[in-house]
Nanobody, 125 residues
Framework: QVQLVESGGGLVQAGGSLRLSCTAS??????MGWFRQAPGEEREFVAA????????HYTDSVKGRFTISRDNVKTTMYLQMNSLKPEDTAVYYC????????????????????WGKGTLVTVSS
């Protein structure tokens, strides 16, 4: 059974940092990513990484501030979020896919196959 479990969310002041973690189990994946959903908004893509680590992709609004990474030994993916802004406030979801290839535009538009339950990030102004 595939499980994706997020942790690391919380309340932080604008300009601060948080690191989200996602521990994966149940199968191997070809790519993993982070998505977020703010109150009253649709889910949006944040970042993705191929499991090899060779490829990453970010939405424009987080480039230069967020970094996606993974620890293959621990099968854990991270999202380091720096210079946080109030507009980053959202529930952040870990996602993964086992489909072959690297298709960041597909992930951004259609999402991935497996999802965690989310962790709330609140950035105060």
């Amino acid at each position: 059974q595939v499980q994706l479990v997020e942790s690391g969310g919380g309340l932080v002041q604008a300009g601060g940092s948080l690191r989200l973690s996602c521990t994966a189990s149940g199968r191997t994946f070809s790519a993993m990513g982070w998505f977020r959903q703010a109150p009253g908004e649709e889910r949006e893509f944040v970042a993705a990484m191929s499991w090899s680590g060779d490829n990453t992709h970010y939405t424009d609004s987080v480039k230069g501030r967020f970094t996606i990474s993974r620890d293959n030994v621990k099968t854990t993916m991270y999202l380091q979020m720096n210079s946080l802004k109030p507009e980053d406030t959202a529930v952040y979801y870990c996602a993964a896919t086992g489909a072959s290839g690297w298709e960041p535009r597909y992930y951004a538009q259609f999402g991935m196959d497996y999802w965690g339950k989310g962790t709330l990030v609140t950035v105060s102004s």
